[in-house]
């Protein structure tokens, strides 16, 4: 039988995990693109699409799963209504 | 290879919207814009079917794009493998292996046993199926590389490695790299090759939404409910080459590949390679076919044509010119065989008629219709029953010399007849050597409102609601919401948006498959090489997969076999005819110009009778007035959109007005041409052309057409799209009749009628066949009304009116109708004492089976006695709902009690339903017929109202009379019965009230719609113009009761109320007197205790107009 935690539910501080992070790609002087205040991307190793939810509030996403210098591999997406990047863990 | 191929690729994956729910675009789309994007090549690969495929390749040769024919297959596992026809033989085993996959499973889950695909592969190219689907990608996925490999080796060795290949798929899905890699790799160590594939489900990215709700509607779920099963994105669509080629730039031998396979297709083209043949009529050992046609048709000629008769010569002259086009045409082997058939249906009838009198009552097994009639070579052969030389029919429509399809010879029959006959021609041909022909319903607006409405899961009332009420023609749904009460406003709001342009999308898109009323084709060769077969919905019935025109495209000869229901009620008729008088009558011999027969047609009085008794027939019957056979021929034909549109109808009647006060004053009549060149044509119909071999005709005549541009003119006549078709003939028709020094402008008035027959018309051959029949069933009614009114019943669901309406036609024709009786009814009506008796088999939850039961029981133990006698020998199917339904109507009323008495002895007989055992009623006491002490309770009896109630509620239909008779003192005072209409002038504002018999919205009215409103005393013709349905348009369709308030019109004979004001009819809220006090279980409805009540009630329980259009 397992005592109570002594600490009490506080649903309020559910959030997401891992939420897209809005972020910024950039052409540096060389012609690489790095995603701002993370770093460069050295390889694209997939991109696809998602089309989702059009009747009620349309979701259409660009993808791409890349590696960073360094070996990291970070998940972007571009929303395809906004314009807008995101980063997500892969 | 090939720089020019570089950029070059051909889509050998594509699902048009004939895949039934997994495509949303038609062929045609798909072809264009494979066009726009430079495609060389193009495989239709439809889910199971090659549904489409004959339209698809006949319309890619005009764009010059390469059609390749194929077919998606699901295998018993669940995958999927496309086959490609590369040969005659390829193709051949595609049709076989499809009719396997429908016949050899479950109808709505047609599946292929690879065993089968193994054995009959010759001449196909395969590939391995979709990423979501394929065989090879699944077992990938689901069982890992080593079982893939050895898949696909098994494959190789099977197939062989020039046929199977690889199919790799980048539609942008996560995994899609990783997977075509691993079946790049898979292919290499194999030794197979590997092909590019779009798996292509529209033409357009944007249609990515229509192609969702139709996966969730496949699946039978939402749109939030289908994610699972929905495609991941929008990259499905047919692409642009270049998007193609970059996309596959790492392997550009897999688009290579496409090409390749494309070559070697193109040694099968279905618009050329199908090889079918007619089967040999009997008797083709012994002479040659021409010979036995001409012997056959020279040796009737003396029987239908003595040498004294007046038709002799031009019949002789006739046969002869007609067996001259057969022979240029080589179809005397289709007439032969045709004729084959005939004796089969007269053996059919002979079986099916055995024992009963009607088989000395001189009838034909069937009768021809459309412009087969109008050959001597069908009348002869017995195809046809109207004489095409006294009638002066013209052949054109049906045989000229430039004939570029097999003629149609379409024959009726009566239903059980045919069902016979159907069955008979499978067995003389062989299962494999026939098929029926299907047909495509396609999604309209109704239907899309409702199925996508639930897709998107709006409330399903509101669906319900738009879909009763919007217009069914409407091009926008967002016009017709905004003109819906509560429903202004909505074409913007979050889904409904979504459902109006949804809606738009899916018109007009092939539904399901469906069997075509009455065509079959028979085949020399196996028809299941030819096209593939399937099961119909009805048992025992399996179709090919192509529709009327794709079987005309491929020169199948179809043969028509229609049930019509009035033959099936004239051959009842004359039984019971017979079996009153002795002997059945000769329909061939009555007479047929019997003044007192053509009186009652002339006045409206037509209701159940074939063909002319619609609304619009009865409006058009009082203003033409026919007199005879030929003007009979013309009142079936003119009331038809051909002649309406075409601007024919009002001229025929002022027309015939002006020729009958000529005759009466003894002038001869010469009616108004357009140009003298179309008198000889157009003169028996007074100048206007009312039948389709008209429009021929004329073309010949005021455009100088040869036989081939009018036998092309016939052609487009028939198909869909008719209209944009013949107006395609203008620019001939134009330089004809001006080389004929007809003025341009008489040229295009006359073109205009001409296009009109785009719409429905009929040729004359068809109007004066129906004609004949309608003068017949007019023939059998007035003389024998019981037996007519019994067999009309019978034989519903028939013609133009609810039963309930024609229960009260047979009322005003002085036809007593007596309610069902336990003890004296027959399974179905009868004659008895003079009056109808309605049959068991009429009551509600009574089926055809628990009514014979029922009869047979008491014919062998004798009339059931009380409640108890009843339950215990009713057969044990017969529910306690059905034993409660026919009390209610009064079915056990012999029994000497009320029927509230008799329902509740049901009720201690009878356990509650919770407590049913078995058998359909539980019996609570079983044998012995022992007292209960509640037995003997009193109970009233039910009011006249109560009476009519269930009426409605167990039948259907009322056999006491007219709903309103009962309430009429709570009803405004100054409405207007329909009998005193006649007797108000012009132009007075009248009211009148009645039940809605019947709802018209025809095309050809420009938004007008039509009320058929029935009073106690008869039925009113209500015109609502589109500003007063625009203001009342729920009360126009929806309401059963409605109250009109408009001003009265007359014309030429004919009385309307033009509507200014349409409501339900609430009735005024007297009470009518009501004694009664309790309230019956939930099986039945509440007992009203006033005129509003009842109406209410009624309004739930009364029968839904016939609506058209």
Redesign the interface.
């Known amino acids: 039988m397992v005592a109570p935690a002594r600490t009490p539910l506080r649903t309020d501080r559910l959030r997401a995990v891992n939420a897209p992070k809005p972020v910024a790609l950039e052409w540096d002087a060389s012609g690489v693109l790095s995603v701002s205040k993370v770093g460069k991307i050295e390889a694209i190793l997939e991109t696809w699409r998602i089309d989702d939810e059009w009747w009620r509030q349309p979701i259409a996403r660009a993808y791409m799963e890349v590696m960073l210098e360094g070996g990291k591999r970070l998940v972007l997406f571009q929303d395809l209504i906004t314009g807008e990047w995101f980063s997500q863990m892969p | 290879m090939v720089l020019a191929d570089a950029l070059m690729y051909a889509e050998l994956h594509c699902h048009s919207a004939y895949s039934f729910l997994d495509g949303a675009s038609p062929p045609d789309a798909l072809l264009a814009e494979a066009h726009r994007h430079g495609y060389p090549a193009l495989a239709l690969t439809d889910r199971n079917g090659i549904y489409g495929s004959l339209a698809f390749a006949h319309a890619a040769k005009p764009l010059g794009i390469q059609a390749i024919t194929g077919a998606a297959v699901t295998l018993t596992d669940g995958s999927e493998l496309i086959l490609l026809a590369e040969t005659p033989q390829g193709y051949t085993n595609l049709c076989r292996l499809l009719t396997t996959t429908h016949l050899g499973a479950e109808r709505l889950d047609p599946r292929l046993p690879h065993t089968e695909l193994e054995e009959r592969h010759d001449g196909l190219i395969i590939l391995s199926g979709s990423r979501r689907d394929g065989l090879l990608p699944l077992t990938l996925e689901n069982d890992g590389l080593s079982a893939a490999r050895k898949l696909a080796e098994r494959c190789k060795a099977v197939f062989g490695a020039d046929r199977f290949f690889v199919e790799i798929q980048r539609n942008?899905?996560?995994?899609?790299?990783?997977l075509t890699s691993a079946l790049i790799s898979l292919a290499n160590d194999v030794g197979l090759s590997a092909v590019a594939t779009g798996s292509v489900h529209y033409h357009a990215r944007e249609l990515?939404?229509l192609h969702?709700v139709m996966v969730a509607l496949r699946h039978r779920t939402t749109?939030d409910g289908s994610?699972r099963v929905?495609n991941?994105?929008?990259?499905f669509y047919l692409r642009p080459l270049e998007e193609v080629i970059a996309l596959f730039r790492d392997c550009p031998d897999a688009v290579a590949t496409t090409l390749v396979i494309a070559e070697r297709c193109r040694a099968f083209d279905l618009t050329r390679d199908l090889g079918y043949t007619f089967p040999d009529f009997r008797g083709a050992d012994r002479a040659p076919a021409p010979q036995a046609l001409a012997e056959l048709c020279r040796a009737r000629l003396d029987d239908r044509y003595p040498e004294d008769s007046l038709y002799r010569e031009p019949a002789v002259r006739r046969l002869e010119a007609e067996l001259v086009l057969i022979e240029h045409h080589e179809l005397s082997g289709f007439f032969l065989v045709y004729h084959d058939l005939f004796d089969l249906a007269r053996d059919v009838a002979t079986d099916v008629r055995r024992g009963s009198r009607r088989a000395s009552g001189n009838l034909l097994p069937g009768r021809g219709r459309g412009s087969s009639v109008s050959s001597i070579v069908c009348y002869l052969l017995g195809l046809s029953h109207i004489d095409p030389i006294a009638n002066k029919l013209f052949l054109g429509r049906f045989l000229c010399e430039t004939l570029a399809s097999v003629p149609d010879i379409d024959l009726d029959f009566p239903r059980e007849i045919r069902e016979e006959l159907i069955r008979r021609v499978y067995t003389r041909y062989g299962a494999e050597h026939v098929g029926l022909v299907c047909s495509f319903p396609t999604y309209r607006l109704r239907s899309a409102v409702r199925e996508i409405g639930k897709a998107?899961d709006l409330p399903l009332g509101e669906i319900e609601l738009v879909a009763k009420l919007a217009d069914g023609r409407a091009d926008e749904l967002p016009e017709e919401l905004e003109h819906l009460p509560g429903f202004a406003g909505r074409k913007d709001a979050?889904?409904w948006r979504?459902l109006c342009t949804l809606a738009h999308e899916i018109r007009g898109l092939p539904r399901h498959v469906s069997q075509h009323p009455g065509g079959m084709v028979i085949s020399s060769r196996p028809l299941v090489e030819l096209v593939p077969l399937e099961r119909a919905a009805m048992e025992d019935r399996v179709v090919c997969q192509w529709d009327k025109d794709s079987c005309d495209d491929a020169r199948f000869i179809k043969i028509d076999f229609l049930a019509l229901g009035m033959l099936s009620l004239v051959e009842e008729c004359i039984e019971l005819i017979a079996r009153h008088t002795g002997s059945p009558p000769d329909l061939s011999r009555i007479d047929f110009e019997d003044p007192a027969i053509y009186d009652r047609i002339c006045a409206g009085d037509t209701i159940g009778l074939f063909q002319i008794e619609s609304r619009a027939q009865i409006q058009m019957i009082r203003r033409s007035r026919p007199r005879n056979l030929e003007d009979l021929a013309v009142e079936v034909a003119i009331v038809r959109p051909g002649p309406i549109v075409g601007g024919a109808v009002n001229p025929y009647v002022r027309r015939r007005e002006e020729q009958r006060r000529a005759h009466a004053a003894g002038r001869a009549y010469e009616p108004p041409v357009d140009h003298p060149l179309l008198r000889d044509c157009l003169a028996e119909t007074l100048g206007v052309i009312l039948y389709q071999d008209q429009v021929l005709q004329v073309c010949q005549a005021l455009a100088g057409f040869t036989t081939g541009q009018a036998e092309a003119l016939r052609r487009a006549m028939s198909r869909r799209r008719s209209h944009d078709l013949m107006a395609g003939f203008w620019d001939e028709f134009r330089q004809g009749a001006q080389a004929r020094g007809v003025p341009e402008a008489t040229a295009e008035k006359v073109f205009a009628q001409v296009i009109a027959f785009s719409e429905f018309g009929f040729p004359k051959s068809h109007a004066a066949a129906f004609g004949l029949l309608a003068y017949q069933s007019a023939w059998l009614r007035h003389y024998h009304p019981v037996e007519y009114y019994v067999a009309l019943f019978n034989n519903q669901p028939m013609g133009f009116y609810s039963i309930d309406a024609l229960g009260r036609d047979a009322l005003r024709n002085g036809i007593d109708m007596k309610l069902p009786d336990l003890n004296r009814s027959d399974v179905w009506c009868t004659v008895e004492d003079r009056s109808l008796r309605i049959g068991l088999g009429f009551v509600r939850h009574w089926s055809e089976e628990t009514a014979t039961a029922t009869v047979t029981e008491r014919e062998s133990h004798g009339p059931f006695k009380s409640v108890g006698d009843f339950i215990r020998r009713a057969p044990p199917a017969l529910k306690r709902t059905a034993i409660e339904a026919l009390m209610w109507v009064g079915g056990c009323d012999g029994f000497g009690l009320t029927r509230r008495e008799l329902l509740w002895q049901v009720g201690l007989w009878l356990p509650p339903k919770a407590q049913r055992s078995g058998d359909g009623r539980g019996r609570r006491q079983l044998e012995l017929a022992l007292n209960h002490p509640h037995e003997h309770l009193r109970f009233r009896g039910l009011a006249a109202h109560e009476q009519l109630l269930a009426e409605y509620a167990t039948l259907g239909f009322s056999a006491s009379g007219h709903p309103l008779s009962l309430v009429r003192n709570a009803l405004p005072a100054d409405l207007t019965l329909n009998r005193d209409l006649e007797c108000l002038k012009a132009g007075v504002k009248c009211q009148v009230a009645g039940l809605v018999v019947a709802r018209q919205r025809p095309e050809t009215a420009k938004g007008t719609v039509f009320l058929l409103v029935e009073d106690e005393t008869g039925m009113t013709n209500v015109i609502v113009r589109t500003d007063v349905y625009d203001r009342y348009r729920a009360a126009v369709r929806g309401e059963p009761f409605v109250l009109v308030t408009g001003k009265l019109a007359k014309d030429d004979g004919t009385v309307n109320v033009l509507a200014e004001k349409v409501e339900g009819l609430q009735g005024e809220m007297r009470n009518v007197k009501c004694e009664i006090e309790c309230q019956p279980d939930d099986f039945a409805f509440r007992i009203p205790h006033s005129a509003f009540s009842f109406l209410k009630a009624m309004r739930r329980v009364a029968p839904d107009s016939k609506d058209w259009g």
Not at chain 2, 172 to 178: E, K, L, N, P, Q
Not at chain 2, 232 to 235: A, G, I, Q, V
Request: glycine share 4%.
């Open positions: 942008r899905v996560r995994g899609d790299v990783a990515h939404r969702d749109l994610h929905r991941p994105n929008s990259e998107l979050p889904l979504d």
